[in-house]
């Protein structure tokens, strides 16, 4: 399965964005996906996770209330809606799937896509 990322961009704090997770070559629905971040010079960080059925979802504290996972199984598309978005979320976000019904445990995500990047000026 490939994965992409896309709909980062530069905005300016307190905008918005939505990024999109696609997959080709296998069915999103059968996997659950993650979204995760990595800043310059910072680890890659788990952001939140959806179950293959959309019906369970984990946020990270310093994002809750601000940012929402969702899927589109018929897309094959998973989506971030990050609002109220701070400097600090500025990094390369990553969508990633795990073989599992859900799961937020970083070691669990085994195939990953390239990144986008998202930067949120002051």
């Known amino acids: 399965v490939q994965l992409q990322a896309s709909g980062g961009g530069l905005v300016q704090a307190g905008g918005s964005l939505r990024l999109s997770c696609t997959a080709s070559?296998?069915?999103?629905?059968?996997?659950?996906v993650g979204w995760f971040r990595q800043a310059p010079g910072k680890e890659r960080e788990f952001v939140c996770a959806?179950?293959?059925?959309?019906?369970?979802?984990a946020y990270v504290d310093f994002v809750k209330g601000r940012f929402t996972v969702s899927r589109d199984d018929a897309k094959n598309a998973v989506y971030l809606q990050m609002n109220n978005l701070k400097p600090e979320d500025t990094a390369v976000y990553y969508c990633a799937l795990a073989q599992k019904p859900f799961s937020s445990d970083y070691s669990d995500f085994d195939s990953w896509g390239q990144g986008t990047q998202v930067t949120v000026s002051s």
């Open positions: 070559g296998r069915a999103v629905s059968l996997y659950a």
């Open positions: 959806v179950s293959w059925t959309g019906s369970e979802t």
